[in-house]
């Protein structure tokens, strides 16, 4: 099975300032896709950014962008310009290829400070 | 831009109420998805949903949780006989193909007294 974990319980960073949430995965498949989604207070569940396995290119979406290890199943967001509308609780996800499910981690909740 | 909605919001409910949850995916989208997060902890799947039928289901999705597509446009997860612990925030998903992205709804928290 596969698992997802995210160290970071919680992280603050100050207002423009860069952040990076910490993400790995464990599985033994080769195709499959990874996800960064953001749950504000409104708890709606919001997608950040999409990786997929076979590219090696690093996603980028405007101020989000990932450093994505598959060697050593790592797979890191990094949010520059941290705006104050950051603030949420950021969820790493898995996919394999196929029709199956999202793998959650627990969650890293980050707060932006002004 | 298109988007899932789902409806309540929210739902109180007396222990062994049936409840149902209501999903409108994005209509171009084939594959649907519950998902439900205890307040806490960490988003789990309960089951996909293809052609009208399940595709695949977790171990949480017993014989209490049914799901339905009863017309063109909704998609609904029924509990039969809620318990306490199914209070929690339930998220319906859809996508458009197994690779693509799952976009959620805003979720519907549940909470069961």
């Known amino acids: 099975a596969q698992t997802v974990t995210q160290s970071q319980p919680e992280m603050s960073v100050q207002e423009a300032e860069t952040v990076t949430l910490s993400c790995t995965y464990d599985?033994?498949?080769?195709?499959?896709?990874l996800f960064w989604y953001k749950q504000p207070p409104s708890r709606q569940m919001i997608l950040v950014i999409r990786?997929?396995?076979?590219?090696?290119q690093n996603a980028t979406e405007n101020r989000f962008s990932v450093n994505f290890q598959k060697a050593a199943k790592s797979f890191s967001l990094k949010i520059s310009d941290s705006q104050l509308g950051d603030t949420a609780m950021y969820f790493c996800?898995?996919?394999?290829?196929?029709?199956?499910?999202?793998?959650f981690g627990k969650g890293t909740r980050l707060s932006v400070i002004a | 831009e298109p988007e899932v909605t789902q409806t309540p919001s929210h739902q109180v409910t007396q222990m062994g109420q049936e409840v149902i949850l209501r999903c409108v995916p994005i209509?171009?989208?084939?594959?649907f998805y519950w998902y439900r997060q205890i307040l806490g902890q960490k988003v789990e799947f309960l089951v996909s949903?293809?052609?009208?039928?399940?595709?695949?289901k977790s171990e949480i999705f017993d014989d209490q949780f049914s799901v339905e597509r009863p017309d063109g446009s909704n998609f609904t997860l029924k509990i039969r006989s809620t318990k306490l612990e199914d209070s929690a925030m339930y998220f319906c998903?859809?996508?458009?193909?197994?690779?693509?992205?799952?976009?959620f709804g805003p979720g519907t928290r549940l909470l069961v007294l």
């Open positions: 209509s171009n989208h084939l594959y």
């Open positions: 998903a859809s996508s458009v193909d197994p690779q693509e992205t799952q976009y």
């Open positions: 599985t033994s498949e080769n195709n499959y896709y």
């Open positions: 949903f293809y052609n009208n039928e399940i595709s695949e």
């Open positions: 990786q997929e396995a076979y590219k090696q």
């Open positions: 996800a898995f996919m394999l290829s196929g029709n199956t499910p999202l793998v």
